[in-house]
């Protein structure tokens, strides 16, 4: 792994590579060297972020990553968990940057975007062959036991995922996490990893590479700074800021790519 994040590190230095034609890619969008310096990055790096700022395309370079790898494998399937607001984009765009994939958004007619019942997505997941199943977070925490159940081989996308917020959010931080540790890729799109406390990239690290940070006692022990201090002569620990920073960022560097 050292030598892949050492070529990955000159390939971002450089900022391009070439790519062979895709089957499954269109080429709407593979012109842009910055996009694909990301592609390459997701299609080899089984577990990572793409936190570009909105509006750069982080939706197909993942798109794009998912063809190359459907190449090698083309049982492989992709899971997209997205605010309900973009699930429809979702679609459009696999219709877009994607050639001969089909994309199906469980839970929602595809005409009127009314729901279906529960048992209507039960027996999606059993049954459907669609290439990209497109669900909501709330969705995915609802249904995560049949999910886990009936999909195998599979990448998930977490978007926007942001929106798990912290490792003590008790709903879609633990079922997130589990549908990770079956997956055999995941990636997450967020171009505000972090939006208020450090806690949050904890949290969507820990998601997307379970365990990288160790538990969050130690990830506090190391990057924040606490202080002893006493209520009513009740002795405990107070926030007072961050702490090695830098060493944070480099830990980080293989599993992300952040650019302006």
Not at 76 to 88: D, N, Q, T
């Amino acid at each position: 792994m050292e030598a892949l994040d050492l070529q990955l590190q000159r390939i971002r230095q450089l900022g391009d590579i070439e790519l062979k034609p895709c089957p499954y890619v269109s080429d709407l969008f593979i012109s842009n060297p910055p996009h694909r310096v990301g592609i390459t990055h997701l299609a080899v790096k089984p577990r990572f972020l793409l936190a570009d700022p909105t509006g750069t395309g982080k939706t197909p370079q993942m798109l794009c990553g998912f063809g190359f790898l459907k190449v090698k494998a083309p049982k492989l399937r992709m899971l997209v968990m997205a605010p309900k607001s973009a699930i429809f984009q979702w679609r459009d765009s696999v219709d877009k940057f994607n050639v001969g994939l089909e994309p199906q958004v469980v839970g929602y007619d595809s005409r009127s975007g009314k729901m279906h019942s529960r048992f209507h997505r039960y027996d999606v997941y059993e049954k459907s062959e669609a290439d990209v199943l497109l669900l909501s977070y709330h969705q995915m925490a609802r249904d995560i036991d049949v999910i886990l159940e009936h999909i195998d081989n599979f990448v998930v996308v977490f978007d926007e995922v942001q929106t798990i917020k912290s490792a003590q959010q008790k709903l879609l931080y633990p079922t997130a996490k589990k549908l990770s540790q079956k997956a055999h890729y995941v990636w997450g799109a967020s171009a505000t990893p972090i939006m208020n406390r450090l806690d949050e990239l904890y949290a969507i690290m820990d998601v997307i590479n379970p365990g990288m940070f160790g538990s969050f006692d130690h990830f506090k022990r190391t990057y924040y700074q606490l202080a002893l201090t006493s209520d009513a002569g009740v002795i405990h620990y107070e926030f007072v800021g961050y702490q090695n920073l830098p060493q944070l960022m480099l830990f980080m560097r293989p599993f992300y790519i952040k650019r302006d």
